[in-house]
T-cell receptor, first 114, second 112 residues
Framework: EAGVAQSPRYKIIEKRQSVAFWCNPI?????LYWYQQILGQGPKLLIQ????????DSQLPKDRFSAERLKGVDSTLKIQPAKLEDSAVYLC????????????FGQGTRLTVV | DQQVKQNSPSLSVQEGRISILNCDYT??????FLWYKKYPAEGPTFLIS???IKDKNEDGRFTVFLNKSAKHLSLHIVPSQPGDSAVYFC???????????WGLGTSLAVNP
């Protein structure tokens, strides 16, 4: 079974530039999550989709972050404009249901904002 | 406000011995707890979970204990192996469809 795919693996941008991350979840998984993990911290949920609807985006900085999940499958997370404090690993995860139990994570995208 | 606390940033154990990773929480509404393992440059991998209606769950070398009155859970790895060296995250959930709250992680080193 293929796992959660994310791209790119690494990205370096200058502050105020924009960046986009892509995620392809495990086939058949209805729930998709985007997490931000800053060095030395645990993952923080940015947004949770159930199919193509948003379940929770309470911690998404909506003035600069946006996410969409087209057709309930792939998802993109965008940051525009980026700030230095956005430097982190962005993890995508998916699960069969919405109960936040066993989620499968991708390898993440390491973003460095300089 | 850290609702899930892993107070030990790191732990070093000899191969073959027991590793005990601890996690404390403050929210009495948490009803489900999970442990994830993370290797460098990889995403977290689900390890084991426990519902608040239980006090123990075992899966091979991994056992999670839950003490609700103390709001404390622990992950035991017996026997520890060098391949267990990773960062271990404790996470908790309050009710269905609620987001997971994660601890800061404990870095485990199992020495041969």
């Amino acid at each position: 079974e293929a796992g959660v795919a994310q791209s790119p693996r690494y990205k370096i941008i200058e502050k105020r530039q924009s960046v986009a991350f892509w995620c392809n979840p495990i086939s058949g998984h209805a729930t998709l999550y985007w997490y931000q993990q800053i060095l030395g911290q645990g993952p923080k949920l940015l947004i949770q989709f159930q199919n193509n609807g948003v379940v929770d985006d309470s911690q998404l900085p909506k003035d600069r972050f946006s996410a969409e999940r087209l057709k309930g499958v792939d998802s993109t997370l965008k940051i525009q404009p980026a700030k230095l404090e956005d430097s982190a690993v962005y993890l995508c995860a998916s699960s069969l249901g919405s109960e936040n139990t066993e989620a499968f994570f991708g390898q993440g995208t390491r973003l460095t904002v300089v | 406000d850290q609702q899930v606390k892993q107070n030990s940033p790191s732990l070093s154990v000899q191969e073959g011995r027991i590793s005990i990773l601890n996690c404390d929480y403050t929210n009495s509404m948490f009803d489900y707890f999970l442990w994830y393992k993370k290797y460098p440059a990889e995403g977290p991998t689900f390890l084991i979970s426990i519902s608040s209606i239980k006090d123990k769950n075992e899966d091979g070398r991994f056992t999670v204990f839950l003490n609700k009155s103390a709001k404390h859970l622990s992950l035991h790895i017996v026997p520890s192996q060098p391949g267990d060296s990773a960062v271990y995250f404790c996470a908790a959930r309050a009710g269905n469809n609620r987001k997971l709250i994660w601890g800061l992680g404990t870095s485990l080193a199992v020495n041969p």
